[in-house]
Each structure stands twice: as C-alpha cells, then as structure tokens.
C-alpha cells in the first residue's frame, strides 16, 4: 500500500492545521495506521496511532492536542493538530504501524513560527 500525505503549511505558535493521508488499498484490515514525524536533523518518530477498533494512542509531546483519525469508506487517515509549537515543526508522514519500508510517502511539512 502506498500513502499520499496532503495538508501541511505554515502556522502560528498557538494554531492548528489538519492533515490528511490517501492510502492506496482497503485500509479496513490494516490492524493500526500512524502519523510519523521528522524534524531536521533527528530520528523520524511516531505520534500518533489508529487501531481498527478505533482505539488511539499519542506520543507523550502530542498528547491532548493531536488527534488521530481514520475513515474506512475513503481510505484515509486523519491528524488534527492543535495549540502548535515550534517543536511540532517537522515533515509529517502516514504509514502501517509499524511501518512498511516501501510504504512512505512524501510526507506534509508543517512548520510552526514562533
């Protein structure tokens, strides 16, 4: 499966963006789908996840300002940002938790000025 990331932009400290991600195949069975982040000069690193049930999970620096979603029929997934910081500032992915190698996209940036 192949994922297109679309959303990202330049923000203000203390606002909020949303970013959308298309896979390219029936997301339904993938067991969990994540937001990845990676800002320049450090590891990329997960954010966010979606379980099949619905169930999510964040990142302790996210928590109670991101919010992970998925929309079976449209095979897409969803983040919705909020109160950004400038340490949210990196290139936003989506892929299969944990990650197929093959499966990352181009990724969204976001950039938050202070």
């Known amino acids: 499966v192949q994922f297109v990331e679309s959303g990202g932009g330049l923000v203000q400290a203390g606002g909020s963006l949303s970013l959308s991600c298309a896979a390219s195949e029936n997301i339904f069975a993938i067991n969990a789908l994540g937001w990845y982040r990676q800002a320049p000069g450090k590891q990329r690193e997960l954010v966010a996840t979606v379980y099949t049930g619905g169930r999510t999970n964040y990142e302790d620096s996210v928590k109670g300002r991101f919010t992970i979603s998925k929309e079976n029929a449209k095979n897409t997934v969803y983040l919705q940002m909020s109160s950004l910081e400038p340490g949210d500032t990196a290139v936003y992915y989506c892929?299969?938790?944990?990650?197929?190698?093959?499966?990352w996209g181009q990724g969204a940036q976001v950039t938050v000025s202070s």
């Open positions: 892929n299969s938790v944990p990650a197929y190698f093959g499966s």
